[in-house]
């Protein structure tokens, strides 16, 4: 923490005693006012970790989803100064690409932050009420405006008129998983789900990367490459592991899953739902279904489905 931080959260914390002893001076009115905490305060730890682990979820899906906003304004700002027929107004309508980036290494900062209070959180040996945190761990909480209770929800607006279009969510054929690096892994649902997540433009590009188990019925796999040419190993293995457990051999021990590109994947003419051919490199990958248990608890709090 930078020296300017560090006296800021001084200046933040005696500011708050103030107002504290101003307020135990006025009787009557203890229970009135929810006091910001300092690095003196008194916290109950299990719900402290609880909603750092809610933040840390709603931060990881906002810096996903950032990600995916910045790298699209920067294909189309490539495309668009790339191309001489490009229009002014074209040009004047290109995202700012800087900002998104900063966006993203702004949730990222804060996810990481996130994750080392969760850690120093569970060192704590004095889990439970009324517990005053060590001085590192009550500062990191304070900066991220992390408390020990879920943050008021604003009272509810007029309820929306009634209309005839339906307001069922778009369905998607596919669940959504996020591993470490905040890279999105589609698994299809079913048999017709998986032709879609692996044929169509809508739903996966060409450099995408693909999976499924290897010989055995079971889903499409699609590793959203964001114009990455190569995964990191844990990315891969996170993917192949969901691959294996969503298929008919995720009973055995050791899995083979078979990887390639998406543009290397086609549809057989004729082929029944879900049958698809591979052309070109494919990669095997073995998945120890024992050792990827916690692997796969992991990303199952990451999923999304609709």
């Known amino acids: 923490m930078s020296a300017r931080r560090d006296f800021e959260l001084q200046l933040k914390n005696s500011l708050i005693r103030n107002r504290r002893e ?3 001076a006025s009787p009557g009115k203890e229970e009135d006012m929810d006091l910001p905490k300092t690095i003196e305060s008194e916290w109950n730890t299990p719900a402290l970790k609880k909603e750092v682990q809610r933040q840390s979820m709603r931060c990881l899906k906002k810096t996903s989803k950032a ?3 910045w790298t699209k304004a920067k294909t189309l700002v490539e495309e668009l100064t790339s191309n001489p027929d490009a229009s002014l107004e074209e040009l004047e309508k290109c995202p700012n690409v800087n900002e998104l980036e900063v966006e993203v290494k702004e949730l990222q900062e804060r996810l990481n932050d996130l994750k080392t209070l969760e850690k120093l959180l569970g060192e704590i040996k004095n889990k439970g009420q009324g517990v005053v945190l060590p001085k590192e761990v009550a500062e990191l909480a304070i900066k991220l405006e992390v408390d020990d209770k879920p943050p008021q929800r604003p009272p509810r607006g007029p309820p929306k008129p009634k209309g005839s279009k339906s307001t069922e969510p778009h369905r998607l054929p596919y669940r959504r998983f996020y591993s470490y690096d905040n890279i999105e892994i589609r698994v299809g649902k079913k048999a017709e ?8 433009p809508q739903h996966r590009d060409g450099s995408d990367f693909w999976m499924h188990a290897a010989g055995c019925p079971g889903s499409h796999v699609v590793i959203r ?3 990455r040419t190569s995964l990191p190993e844990e990315v891969t293995m996170d993917a192949a592991a969901l691959a294996a457990r969503h298929s008919k051999a995720s009973g055995g021990s050791v899995v083979p899953v078979s990887m390639t590109v998406c543009r290397d994947v086609v549809k057989p003419p004729g082929a029944k739902a879900g049958l698809v051919q591979l052309r070109g490199k494919v990669r095997t990958i073995k998945v120890n279904m024992k050792e990827a248990k916690s692997r796969l608890e992991r990303l199952d709090t990451t999923e ?3």
């Open 22 to 24: 101003l307020h135990m």
């Open 67 to 69: 990600y995916e906003r």
């Open 225 to 227: 490459s964001n114009g």
């Open 304 to 306: 999304l489905v609709n």
């Open 193 to 200: 789900d998986n032709d879609v997540l692996s044929l169509s």
